[in-house]
């Protein structure tokens, strides 16, 4: 990889001597791939519009993410700038390059909402999205070509996979009990963690150059804070969705006109509460206590979005169910 890169630093030079006005517009564009763009997107779909493909939208998210931690763990490769002074770092990143996680997260987060709309002119919105995600982690020389095409073909992959899969899954998932999805939530969190550490322990031994190091300044490329922060938040949203289910059945998401405005505003006060305020509470130190209250933090994230924000809703005359369990 060492020689494709070198050669892949060309493209990167190419599009940064473009000029330095695109600087802005790549930086706007390459935030749609953010973490904190999504915990507005995936609430906004959940509560707002429709809570299944909300659900759904959530799971490729969550598994993609995951996908993308494992697979840079295995490969440890680096950033653009992290090996060529002529390769502007006009964005920061702690975390090794391959594959392209806004890429990839892209391709599969929007090529499935582009399967749930099934309009053209969507399809046609989400690819563009997609193009110029990949495009401006290129321009900001954070990403290599081959990144951002790998990232692409295996979030197109996830989609197709999910595709294929979704129905008869979901189909079994609803035969079990109560406890079996419990047991099956929990089961599948802990599979998410092992996969990722599995990755992460075959780095044992590995060093990082330290020609990179001097490049990149700032770098924590075995961070496992993502691998909690993912498994945390697949593990609330699915027990969430799981208790509310069958608690309370499913709710109209798509209903209440001005409400839904103001029970989003609701729901974000809740995410904020305990994404910004449990933040400043919890160590961020690369050890076991941290990786656990991160873990339990996200958690609650997941379970405020799936459960108790639409209880809250409910209580305040925000939203309605469709039915209650028999």
Same mark, same amino acid.
Request: a positive charge; hydrophobic letters at 55%; glycine letters at 10%.
């Given at each position: ?16 001597? #473009? ?36 659900? %759904?939208?959530?799971?490729? @998210? ?57 309009? %053209? ?51 079994? #998932?609803?035969?079990?009990? @109560?406890?079996?999805?419990?047991? #099956? ?29 001097? %490049? ?34 499913? =709710? ?19 995410? @904020?509460?305990?994404?910004?305020? @449990? ?14 209250? %991160? =873990? ?22 925000? #939203? ?7």
């Amino acid at each position: 990889m060492a020689i494709i890169n070198s050669i892949e630093v060309i493209v990167n030079q190419f599009l940064q001597s #473009l000029g330095m006005w695109l600087k802005g517009p790549m930086l706007a564009i390459t935030a749609l791939g953010y973490e904190e763009f999504f915990v507005l997107l995936l609430p906004t779909i959940y509560w707002c519009m429709d809570q299944m493909v909300g659900l %759904r939208v959530g799971i490729v @998210l969550l598994w993609g993410n995951m996908f993308n931690t494992f697979f840079k763990f295995l490969f440890h490769n680096p950033r653009p700038y992290w090996i060529s002074g002529q390769v502007q770092a006009l964005s920061h990143e702690t975390s090794f390059g391959l594959p392209s996680g806004h890429a990839q997260i892209a391709a599969s987060v929007w090529g499935w909402l582009a399967v749930e709309v099934k309009k %053209r002119w969507f399809s046609i919105v989400a690819v563009v999205i997609i193009f110029l995600i990949g495009l401006s982690r290129i321009y900001l020389g954070v990403h290599f070509l081959t990144d951002v095409l790998v990232g692409w073909l295996l979030g197109g992959l996830l989609v197709w996979a999910f595709s294929a899969w979704w129905k008869p899954v979901s189909a079994w #998932l609803q035969k079990q009990s @109560l406890t079996g999805k419990l047991f #099956l939530a929990a089961a599948s969190t802990v599979v998410m963690i092992l996969l990722v550490l599995a990755a992460h322990w075959t780095g044992r031994g590995w060093v990082m150059n330290p020609d990179w190091v001097e %490049r990149a300044g700032e770098v924590a490329p075995y961070n496992l804070d993502g691998a909690f922060t993912l498994s945390g938040t697949w593990f609330g949203m699915m027990m969430g969705y799981i208790v509310l289910t069958a608690t309370k059945g499913h =709710f109209k998401a798509g209903e209440g006109g001005w409400k839904r405005l103001v029970r989003f505003v609701v729901g974000l006060v809740g995410i @904020l509460a305990l994404y910004l305020g @449990l933040g400043q509470l919890f160590p961020r130190n690369p050890d076991v206590l941290s990786y656990t209250l %991160r =873990f339990i933090r996200y958690t609650l994230i997941g379970l405020w979005v799936a459960w108790l924000g639409p209880l809250v809703f409910e209580k305040l005359k925000l #939203l309605d169910f469709e039915a209650k369990p028999e």
